[in-house]
């Protein structure tokens, strides 16, 4: 049997590969690869296919090896024609030694064996057979198989291609929704995420399934203005299969930097090269977006009659015409540049995008709108209309995409495509500033218990367009400011509203939410809610009840618009505790010197609760004091009780025991050694030196969840560990160490205290390169040096941890003098 050569490293793929990173052109790589692998494939089917099938085979090259589109590591997708099914074994065998021996020499495979029947046949379970077969083509074997079927298939296309639109049009629904609808990740997948190669396709197919003629193959590219965008991604695409010499799609922080350094790039800074390919991405993206929506609307019969019915809302000025709206008489943009403001407020009334036409003729007096609006105009009105109706969010974002954001905002300029990279914020600045506004839009209407009490904290803000308007610039200081950038934000942000005449209560009101959008977030990051101070801290930078609220509400949307699953139900329901907190210190209705345990309590459970500090009553209710007295009793027989239980999507593990040394740190390494991620944690001591530590924290693998049984082992692991029969070193060195950042991502770890935020306690704050462990060794650390550890906030920002420590020293505040050994002996615990 001959072994046909590995199609990746011959001369001719090695000089392919060279001039490529001299130029960046893709199209000779993929050209060339297809030329090989497809020799390749034709001396197989010869050797074991054609002797064993003569004259009844015809094998196919299809999807992008039938459009002749390698690339370096792309899979190789054929389908072998036959005229009946394979019935006898030694067919069947040849087929499995043909497809055996591609494999054995390098090649990755996509593979089915079908009649012409079944190729004009539509299969619910595998619609991209189906699709594939859009670019075909003939490779060897039986020419007048293939033309057979050649005949039969525009006639299937015709007939079902309402069907096959429709499936395609559901897969590509769940495949964006795995990327949250967006183009805009930092670290973007440039096959698969919206504005990527399987969007372009996406448009072609579809194009190709309304229009007859283009059944046939060889048609020419439908999209020729997409050609420079297309032309950007095969670069990329072929860059990542030769980087990691695999089919390696994913356009990390690392391989932009290495992209940004080639010769053919077009920008050196890796910021201004993502700028590049969002906006390529973008114009995919909004060429894919507009035939999904017209195939969607086409094949369904009730969205045809909600179209009806939304056409009704036609007025003089515009037309609603296949879920979109045009223009009814676009030469009035000519002399009225308010028509464009008037569209966007249609579109912010009644939830209807401008249409393809619309946008075009919008882009085509652009320069004009921008002239116009550099200048002061009063265009204050028109714009707090937008930003006051339920679909705001959907106006702002369509204002985005036509450029009219740029063109009025110049501030806005900056953050259009602007890549930061905090290794925590999933999308561009653009990007997370329009997801924030759409996270309070979609506040309206939402069922979940914990977003319904936000969603009333809206219906009582009285100026929404305020809460909008302020999220719309509170990261525009991002692009210029090499510090904080709340201060360069609220700057801007006054400039653009004075500019458009916005009366001096909003601009006023506006700064306000821009220079603090942040404290909210720092405190539910630093602070212990439950500490007396915090309340104090809190009402003293709000003020007014009012504020509390609309800052609140900030709060929400720019932790929401982070990532998909930033705001996590254990974080909302500490930012509305803190809202409470607040508000009841404005409002005079939090006095903790009146706070006592309840006199109807029996002498044990008084017994328990002498010595704990006044804040454990203030931050745990009548049902959990008694649910830890009882786990006390448990623990009086033991020597320790653990209880563990689900908590808004966290958990909760509480356990009581007699104080002994480092007791805090070992409980945070039992869990950290099951690969649990510790959010919060707290301790609390009373004068029998009995303890009582809570750790609040999230199983990211789901061990839990799907494994029962893990339950037991890690309430039995911590027992252990608690009473020192376990040495949790052990359970830490049986953890696999994740893979280091890149040297630009690396944390360098800072450690800081400070003796002013809590009335009894000295806060300790350290930001590190995250590790297993890194809790475990920072607790050890600082009770080595003699302090009680009585809360610990935990916060993670991919590699980045930021732990709070609140730390007394024999029951005070830890000296100056004491403050350099102990960071030196942290610094080096991060960095080991």
């Known amino acids: 049997m001959t072994i046909v050569a590995t199609p990746h490293s011959s001369p001719e793929a090695d000089e392919l590969r060279a001039a490529f990173f001299r130029d960046g052109d893709a199209f000779p790589v993929l050209a060339g690869r297809s030329a090989t692998v497809e020799a390749a494939v034709v001396r197989s089917f010869d050797e074991f296919i054609a002797p064993a099938l003569p004259g009844d085979a015809a094998l196919l090259a299809v999807g992008g ?58 299969h619910d379970g595998n619609v991209e057979l189906s699709i594939s077969l859009l670019d075909r083509r003939l490779l060897a074997g039986d020419p007048a198989l293939f033309e057979r079927m050649e005949e039969r298939l525009p006639r299937f296309f015709s007939a079902h291609r309402d069907e096959l639109s429709r499936q395609l049009c559901r897969l590509t629904r769940v495949r964006q929704a795995r990327y949250s609808d967006t183009i805009y990740h930092l670290e973007p997948n440039v096959k698969e995420a919206p504005g990527g190669l399987r969007d372009y396709q996406l448009a072609r197919w579809l194009s190709q399934l309304r229009n007859a003629q283009s059944y046939r193959r060889s048609e020419p590219d439908p999209f020729p203005e997409l050609a420079n965008a297309r032309t950007f991604l095969y670069s990329v695409r072929c860059f990542l299969h030769y980087r990691t010499g695999r089919d390696s799609n994913l356009l990390g922080f690392d391989a932009q930097e290495e992209l940004a350094d080639q010769p053919f790039s077009p920008a050196s800074d890796p910021a201004a090269w993502m700028r590049v390919y969002f906006r390529h991405a973008r114009s995919i993206h909004r060429t894919a977006a507009r035939w999904l929506e017209e195939c969607e609307a086409a094949g369904s019969s009730l969205f045809s009659q909600f179209r009806d019915w939304r056409s009704r809302l036609s007025n003089a000025e515009f037309t609603v015409s296949r879920e979109s709206v045009l223009f009814k008489s676009p030469q009035l943009l000519e002399r009225d540049t308010e028509l464009v403001l008037r569209l966007f407020e249609f579109t912010a009334r009644h939830g209807i995008r401008p249409a393809l036409d619309s946008e075009q003729r919008i882009a085509e007096h652009l320069s004009a709108l921008e002239q116009h609006w550099s200048a002061p105009r009063p265009l204050w009105p028109r714009l707090e209309a937008i930003l006051s109706l339920p679909n705001a969010a959907i106006a702002l974002r369509s204002m985005h995409e036509c450029g009219v954001l740029n063109a009025m905002f110049p501030e806005w300029k900056d953050i259009d495509c602007l890549v930061l990279r905090d290794f925590h914020h999933r999308y561009t600045v653009d990007e997370h500033t329009l997801v924030s506004i759409q996270e309070i839009d979609g506040l309206r209407g939402n069922q979940d218990p914990l977003r319904l009490r936000f969603a009333e904290l809206l219906d009582e803000i009285e100026r929404p367009e305020i809460l909008r308007f302020a999220l719309l610039f509170h ?27 916005a009366p001096p209560d909003v601009r006023d009101s506006v700064r306000f939410l821009i220079e603090r959008h942040l404290d909210f977030s720092s405190v539910l990051n630093s602070r212990d809610l439950g500490e007396e101070g915090t309340a104090r801290f809190l009402a003293g930078r709000v003020e007014t009840v009012e504020r509390l609220k609309y800052l609140t509400l900030v709060t929400y949307a720019d932790i929401s618009a982070v990532h998909p699953s930033a705001m996590s139900p254990w974080r909302l329901d500490q930012l509305w505790r803190l809202y409470l907190i607040a508000y009841n210190e404005l409002t005079l209705e939090l006095d903790s010197d009146r706070i006592e345990a309840p006199a109807s309590d029996s002498p044990e459970k008084a017994e328990f609760l002498d010595g704990f500090p006044r804040r454990y009553l203030l931050t745990h209710s009548a049902p959990e004091i008694e649910a830890h007295y009882q786990i006390r009793q448990l623990s009086i027989e033991r020597g320790v009780a653990v209880d563990v239980k689900r908590l808004n999507g966290v958990y909760s593990l509480t356990l009581v025991t007699r104080d002994r040394p480092f007791l805090f740190a070992s409980v945070a390494g039992a869990l950290a050694g099951f690969g649990m991620n510790i959010l919060k944690a707290e301790a609390f001591g009373n004068r029998h030196r009995e303890v009582l530590d809570v750790f609040i924290f999230e199983d990211p693998n789901r061990t839990l969840d799907l494994n029962p049984a893990e339950m037991d082992r890690l309430h039995f692991t911590v027992e252990r560990v608690v009473l020192g029969r376990m040495d949790v070193k052990e359970l830490l060195e049986r953890r696999p160490r994740p893979a280091p950042p890149s040297r630009r991502s690396r944390v360098e770890p800072r450690v800081s205290f400070d003796s002013v935020g809590s009335s009894r306690a000295t806060l300790i704050e350290i930001v590190a390169q995250d590790r297993p462990g890194l809790l475990y060794d920072l607790a050890r650390t600082i009770s080595s040096a003699g302090g009680n550890i009585e809360v610990v906030l935990v916060d993670t920002e991919a590699h980045k941890a930021i732990d709070v420590f609140y730390v007394t020293f024999g029951g005070g505040k830890l ?18």
């Open 65 to 122: 090896f039938g459009r002749s589109e390698l690339f370096p590591h792309s899979d190789v997708d054929l389908l072998l024609l036959v005229p009946a099914e394979l019935s006898e074994a030694g067919q069947r065998d040849a087929v499995s030694r043909f497809l055996q021996n591609l494999w054995d020499s390098g090649l990755r495979l996509g593979h089915s064996v079908r009649t012409s029947a079944e190729c004009c046949e539509v």
């Open 475 to 501: 990261d525009t200081g991002k692009a210029t400011a090499r510090g904080p950038h709340t201060e360069v934000s609220a700057a801007l942000a006054e400039q653009a509203l004075a500019r458009i005449a």
């Open 815 to 832: 000296t100056s003098g004491a403050e350099i050994p102990l960071r030196e002996a942290l610094l080096s615990v991060c960095r080991t």
